[in-house]
């Protein structure tokens, strides 16, 4: 070596982010092209963690693959088995009844709850505060409780059937959501004095990694992406299904465009989850929880069918092909992540990396979801 | 309704000789009667025909609104279209008919308000040498998704500005959703 490297004005060099990086919270690459301390281009760099999901879905039946949809995204996994088997549902015209179709509403929204909270823990802690990361994962871990007392796992969820559910909830169970439900509240409150004010995180994230919504409609971005960029957009009310007509929610929306937006929405959420919730315990009828006629053998009649949820992270969508048999012809997951990180390549451009992170963790990827 | 006016633009673009709307007001109206009569019958009823490659689907079975069928050639003019009137896009992905020696490639563009119409376009390429031109340069984000077909199918979108591997490996020379591939 000799001595130190000096950059030449106007000069760029590469910088490799990724994929063992921890701002990027799983296995992605960026090749980033700097200018000095900004962004002069950006190249995502996809498929470290690729498991062909899809091929799966066409090699195995129905149920077998059902167990493939929570590997998808390991924080948000119900939201996806909701959707597998809804678009199963659909296909083999199989009627739901109503008491299953409620739980598994109670179910997701709980899920959604864990999920934005370790997304906040995460967040902040990639703002370089630690502290929120350890309230967030302790409140977490009620839900977490609460969930594996009922479906057996913390994580990987299978606990949706075709048609039903796999065990019914009982007294128990509902006392022990009634409780956490103002523990949460009064948790969200503190991290909003704790978090949401802080002057130094705002400075951050106020009018930082901005996002057009033109540039979300280009992009396909859904979720809390698009409603950070004043997109009134979420399939549980755009394109209703299961039992969300039945409930009394808002779709929290920001117009900032902003970090600090993508964040508001994502902490509202969990206040309107927490409303669902509570008018689900209330309404929740009695009866079975698993239909009286079921097909043995799943078998779809021959066509194309799609379905579409809100998950935690976006709109995620599953396109069965069916060609009559017991597996599916074609099985295609549309993941909500990989169209919301698509746009970073182009929204990073002459940001400063910092900030340039900073939207990323706004973003809330989940890796083996882009990936899948 | 969005539905109507993304249909009514979509069968005009293309005018074909060969389909009749009379033909249609006929296979909507036995429809009612199967679906008065019993269920099963209505699901097994064969499709109405496509009038210009639009069809109309029931959301409540297949999940999407209009179903339209075109020739590669015709792409890039109906998805302009779907692009003027405000939708986004939501994924591509690729069917593999190996029977018919043809390849699949489906689009999904949705609304973001609450007029929900999901439009789903279809295109047929020939299974050897498979060839269909990019949308990305219409929508942005097809980008990736047109990658990602690259890699599972071998489908080549011609004018792609990167179409290398995205989520297979760099040096990858093999498709893995073509019915025919051996691990």
Not at chain 1, 87 to 116: D, G, K, Q, T, W
Not at chain 1, 159 to 181: E, H, M, P, Q, S
Request: glycine share 8%.
């Amino acid at each position: 070596m000799s001595g130190p490297i000096s950059i030449q004005p106007g000069e760029t060099f590469t910088l490799n982010v990724g994929p063992q990086h921890p701002a990027t919270h799983g296995v992605l690459r960026v090749k980033m092209e700097m200018d000095g301390e900004y962004i002069v281009q950006a190249e995502t760099v996809l498929g470290y963690i690729h498991r062909m999901h899809e091929l799966m879905g066409e090699n195995r039946t129905y149920p077998q693959v059902l167990p493939n949809l929570s590997r998808l995204d390991y924080l948000g996994a119900m939201g996806y088995t909701h959707g597998h088997v809804l678009a199963v549902e659909r296909a083999a015209s199989i009627e739901v009844p109503e008491r299953a179709e409620y739980i598994r509403v109670l179910m997701v929204e709980l899920n959604r709850i864990s999920s934005h909270l370790f997304w906040f823990g995460a967040f902040v802690m990639d703002l370089g505060g630690f502290t929120p990361l350890m309230y967030a994962i302790q409140d977490r871990e009620h839900i977490l409780d609460l969930m594996e007392a009922v479906t057996g796992s913390r994580l990987t969820y299978c606990y949706f059937r075709f048609g039903g559910l796999y065990n019914d909830v009982d007294d128990d169970f509902i006392g022990a959501v009634r409780a956490v439900i103002p523990r949460l509240r009064k948790s969200l409150k503190k991290y909003a004095a704790l978090v949401t004010g802080n002057i130094i995180f705002r400075k951050r994230l106020e009018d930082i990694g901005p996002i057009s919504a033109e540039m979300c409609r280009k992009y396909g971005a859904t979720g809390p992406v698009a409603r950070g960029s004043g997109i009134d957009f979420d399939v549980r009310k755009n394109e209703p299904y299961s039992m969300y007509p039945e409930f009394d929610f808002d779709v929290p929306v920001y117009h900032e465009c902003d970090s600090l937006a993508r964040y508001k929405v994502r902490m509202d959420e969990m206040e309107q989850s927490l409303r669902i919730i509570e008018q689900g315990l209330d309404k929740l009828p009695d009866g079975p929880i698993m239909p009286k006629k079921k097909p043995k053998l799943i078998k779809p009649p021959k066509g194309d069918y799609y379905q579409a949820v809100e998950t935690a992270r976006g709109s995620f969508g599953i396109r069965i092909v069916s060609d009559g048999s017991k597996n599916a012809y074609r099985f295609k997951l549309r993941s909500p992540t990989y169209s919301n990180m698509h746009l970073f390549d182009e929204a990073c451009q002459g940001m400063m990396i910092m900030d340039a992170l900073a939207m990323m963790g706004s973003l809330d990827l989940v890796i083996p979801e882009i990936d899948r | 309704m969005m539905k109507n006016i993304i249909k009514q633009a979509l069968t005009d673009l293309f005018p074909s000789p060969g389909t009749v709307a009379e033909e249609l007001g006929v296979e909507t109206a036995e429809d009612e009667v199967a679906e008065n009569g019993k269920k099963k019958k209505a699901k097994k009823k064969e499709d109405p025909p496509r009038v210009n490659g639009v069809l109309e689907r029931d959301h409540a079975q297949y999940g999407y609104d209009i179903d339209v069928q075109l020739e590669p050639g015709e792409l890039l003019a109906a998805v302009m279209i779907i692009d003027k009137a405000g939708f986004f896009i939501e994924s591509i992905t690729g069917v593999d008919w190996i029977k018919e020696k043809q390849l699949e490639v489906i689009y999904d563009f949705s609304r973001y308000d609450f007029d929900p119409c999901r439009v789903v376009v279809r295109t047929r390429t020939p299974r050897e040498n498979p060839g269909i031109p990019t949308i990305s340069k219409i929508f942005a984000g097809a980008n990736w998704h047109e990658r990602e077909t690259h890699d599972f199918f071998g489908i080549k979108f011609e004018g792609h500005p990167h179409l290398v591997p995205l989520l297979l490996p760099e040096d990858a020379d093999f498709h893995p959703l073509l019915k025919d591939f051996k691990p």
